[in-house]
């Protein structure tokens, strides 16, 4: 039997318009909060075989009107969903399952079928495009199956479409295709519709940002009202040569076209690791798009700190799945917003053993909650409700405490912004202890960053290496950065913790750390051919390879130009050092 896809999503919205308290009074269902094993979907008559490919459902509750986002994700060419997109057992992939949990959001990580331009691509570069049949009919029919099954609770007004080179433009192809569907897209480093895989490298004579933004209305045919409350992210490396740097501005250009109105240019914003992100504002000062250019970034998914660095993968510049979710969120112009309660006031005070907290919240208030951590905790979900309480709690063993008070509103169920209760003491004050959770953080040639936890009562710490004090004056902060150390040495240090009258603990476990070994990153632009000869790359089917990634840099000749950095000894990736 056919599917009707709109109908379906029809029905959900009108479901949600009809019922708004529905999302914020249903539970809504805690997920496994780790990705499936492989699945199995639709069946594609076009390209062949079925679709397979994992989610993520995440454990943590959803952060925007009380029902849950759903992200589709889609890989390069030369990658899968397995081996680049999902968490393996060495880094995380495309780096999803962070901001998953953050913002409870469903995640769907699915492969290209059939075989497509010999590297498992997406069918974007079609001279046509169907919401039922190739690609984004396979692909549509998956974002149904997890729109309307209840028990994953997805926000039909929620429903976002991103990926990476084949798969950035096949997200502009299904953003331009359905408008009704996807509120948000994320588009990197994907050539426009109407634009062949012979002219990725360079955008061609007389196609402009006006030809895409048609080619784009004419896909959504009649849902091009849609494009009124869509918003599109876009970003691209300055060191990607695959994919022509021209076709990142002019994919943002080509989406505000097809939203219609007038834009203002918005002030650039620097961007982690190096670049820039340029907003766009339309008439009535809401954020549309963003360009983010990505300095010195090859043809590669951005994944940032644990992600994957290998096969068109880069975990040294800015997190997208990070940025993309907050650009998403905070600018979704479909989901109607409540303003979460506002805890005006919280107090601790203490008489013996009890700990009395008292705090007041504005709004129609059904709960507060209470953490408190310390020798004896408390985490009281129904502490008291209305516009303020007061609770006290009996039997606390003698010790530091610190804690917090939330508020839920009783008729959005949002809740508050923590209000934080500072440190207080019960009964005498314990012996000083050592401080827990010495860590060595970041490594160069010279120095060595160290981290800790708080100590109980501290006014202050010391630092040993190797066994002797190296701070001066007490150290106020849990932090502190060794310098002037010798590089590829490996040094062992500890910490202490200081107290009133002089007093000072035991010092903590040791922890070890080596500086590195100074090598220091080069860039190299030239021709694929010199870099070859240079020992640089080296050739593999008439493709010049950069040694050490294997990185593919084109046809291995004197016309294709290629930027290479020498990370390590004998190591090159595509693109500038950071």
Excluded at 5 to 29: T, Y
Excluded at 341 to 369: H, K, R, W
Excluded at 550 to 565: C, H, V
Aim: with cysteine; net charge neutral; glycine share 14%.
């Amino acid at each position: 039997m056919a599917f009707n896809f709109q109908r379906a999503a029809r029905q959900a919205v009108l479901l949600a318009a009809l019922s708004p308290w529905v999302g914020a009074q249903a539970q809504v269902q805690a997920g496994p909060g780790a990705w499936s094993g492989n699945q199995t979907w639709a069946t594609d008559t076009v390209n062949g075989g079925a679709l397979t490919g994992y989610y993520y459902w995440p454990a943590t509750a959803p952060s925007l009107a009380g029902k849950r986002a759903l992200v589709l994700v889609l890989h390069g060419c030369s990658q899968s969903a397995v081996g680049d997109v999902i968490d393996g057992t060495s880094d995380k992939g495309y780096n999803w399952k962070g901001v998953a949990d953050q913002y409870g959001a469903v995640i769907l990580a699915p492969n290209a079928t059939g075989n497509l331009y010999g590297v498992h691509c997406w069918d974007w570069a079609k001279s046509t495009h169907s919401r039922s049949t190739g690609h984004s009919g396979i692909l549509l029919d998956l974002i149904n199956r997890f729109v309307s099954n209840p028990q994953y609770a997805i926000d039909p007004k929620q429903v976002y479409v991103t990926g990476l080179s084949s798969g950035g433009a096949q997200t502009m192809v299904m953003g331009c295709l359905a408008p009704d569907i996807f509120a948000g897209l994320g588009i990197n480093a994907g050539p426009p519709p109407g634009v062949t895989t012979t002219q990725i490298g360079m955008v061609p004579s007389g196609y402009t940002a006006s030809t895409a933004g048609n080619n784009c209305k004419n896909l959504a045919g009649t849902n091009v009202s849609q494009f009124a409350t869509q918003v599109a992210g876009v970003i691209w490396g300055t060191g990607d040569y695959t994919v022509a740097q021209g076709y990142g501005p002019l994919d943002a250009a080509a989406m505000r076209i097809a939203y219609g109105g007038t834009f203002t240019k918005g002030a650039a914003v620097s961007v982690p690791t190096g670049g820039s992100n340029i907003p766009y504002l339309d008439a009535a000062g809401k954020v549309r798009t963003s360009e983010i250019t990505v300095t010195g970034m090859g043809h590669a998914w951005p994944a940032g700190s644990g992600g994957q660095s290998t096969n068109y993968v880069d975990a040294t510049k800015v997190n997208y799945p990070s940025f993309v979710m907050d650009f998403w969120f905070k600018n979704n112009l479909r989901v109607a917003r409540a303003a979460p309660p506002s805890m005006a006031s919280c107090s601790a005070s203490v008489l013996g053993s009890t700990v009395t907290i008292n705090g007041a919240a504005s709004g129609p208030i059904g709960s507060y909650q209470v953490v408190l951590d310390g020798p004896t905790p408390v985490n009281d979900a129904a502490a008291g409700s209305g516009a303020s309480f007061s609770k006290a709690y009996t039997g606390r063993a003698d010790g530091y405490y610190s804690g917090s008070v939330t508020a839920t509103d009783s008729g959005t169920g949002l809740t508050s912004a923590a209000c934080n209760i500072a440190q207080f003491l019960v009964g005498s004050a314990p012996a000083l202890q050592a401080p827990a959770g010495l860590a060595v953080g970041t490594r160069t040639a010279s120095s060595i960053a160290l981290t800790w936890n708080a100590s109980n009562g501290a006014t202050g710490y010391n630092v040993y290496r190797n066994g002797s004090k190296v701070n001066g004056a007490a150290l106020a902060s849990t932090g502190y950065t060794d310098t002037g150390l010798a590089g590829a040495t490996s040094y062992s240090y500890q910490v202490s913790a200081l107290g009133n009258g002089g007093v000072e603990s035991a010092r903590s476990a040791t922890v070890s750390g080596s500086t590195t070994s100074g090598f220091v990153c080069t860039t190299t632009n030239a021709s694929n051919y010199a870099h070859v000869t240079a020992g640089r790359a080296h050739a593999s089917g008439g493709y010049a390879l950069a040694n050490g990634s294997n990185q593919n840099m084109g046809l291995n000749n004197t016309f294709y130009t290629s930027t290479l950095a020498q990370t390590s000894a004998g190591y090159y990736v595509i693109g500038s050092c950071p």
